[in-house]
């Protein structure tokens, strides 16, 4: 890996950039993705259950890889649990990821959501269920088909209730981030635990592609509002996984390493913040 990726706690290097494949649909448009993206240097591609795209992006990178002169040591792969798999079928749930994914191992796996598909947000099941579909993660990553386990959309309170229960400590929080969602009790939380703080909808859904400000920083610093987004996380340490099926705007948000932003802008894009979310909220759920 290059040096644009971040030290995990189960000892391995996660890229500071993947692809996010989100809404990737068919195996036309994944492959098409994937290919543009190892070619603009990605090396990190983040799938899950419900996107149901796991088969089509296992078949793309077996294709692509040796067209890049690349093996599958040389990318890292992330996946995760639905919601429906959470508790007793945990265990199924990831094993079917890694034979829809076709890997011998898959490098990061995460539980997607701390609810339970079917169960109320409020129901107290849902926290059993989570330190079910925990401990069949844990057992998978005993034994080396998932290479680090975290999870996903979990607030301060399930992060704590999960490392007073662990045996084997999450390697990967991912959550929504961006300058109007700074996540400062969770992102100072993953520094106090060892874990590392990962970033998804960096863009806010396309929404903040348009704010005054950004529009002005990027301007300023002759970037894509997109680039500059992107650029915020990464100088600070944050994982992103920009999601894109356009080819040229694959290519240019990989384009986030050959500038800095000064710190006065950095300041202003943290300003920004304002709790505001573009996914869903998980402070509800027990």
């Not at 796996?109 to 579909?133: F, K």
């Not at 929504?176 to 993953?190: A, G, N, T």
């Amino acid at each position: 890996m290059s040096s644009h990726s971040v030290a995990l706690n189960a000892g391995l290097q996660m890229p500071l950039l993947g692809l996010g494949t989100y809404k990737l649909c068919g195996p036309a448009d994944v492959y098409q993705a994937v290919d543009a993206a190892l070619a603009a240097g990605y090396r990190s591609f983040d799938s899950a259950a419900v996107y149901r795209n796991e088969a089509d992006l296992g078949k793309a990178l077996r294709e692509l890889l040796p067209k890049h002169g690349l093996t599958r040591e040389d990318v890292f792969i992330t996946s995760k649990l639905g919601p429906k798999d959470q508790g007793v079928k945990a265990m199924d749930g990831a094993l079917h990821s890694l034979s829809q994914l076709d890997l011998e191992y898959i490098d990061l796996y995460l539980i997607h959501w701390p609810g339970t598909q079917g169960l109320q947000v409020a129901d107290d099941r849902n926290p059993g269920n989570r330190a079910q579909s925990w401990a069949s993660l844990e057992e998978l990553h005993g034994q080396g088909k998932l290479r680090a386990i975290g999870v996903s959309n979990y607030t301060p309170a399930h992060m704590k209730a999960l490392m007073q229960s662990c045996k084997v400590p999450p390697a990967v929080l991912q959550v929504e981030f961006h300058p109007r969602l700074c996540q400062p009790e969770l992102r100072s939380l993953c520094k106090e635990f060892g874990v590392c703080f990962q970033a998804y909808s960096s863009l806010g859904k396309g929404e903040l592609l348009t704010d005054p400000v950004i529009l002005e920083v990027a301007k300023n610093s002759k970037r894509t509002p997109a680039q500059v987004l992107l650029r915020w996380a990464v100088q600070q340490g944050v994982p992103v996984l920009p999601k894109s099926s356009n080819p040229e705007r694959i290519l240019r948000n990989a384009e986030v390493f050959d500038f800095a932003l000064s710190d006065p802008d950095m300041d202003r894009l943290s300003a920004l913040d304002c709790g505001q979310r573009f996914c869903w909220d998980p402070s509800e759920v027990a």
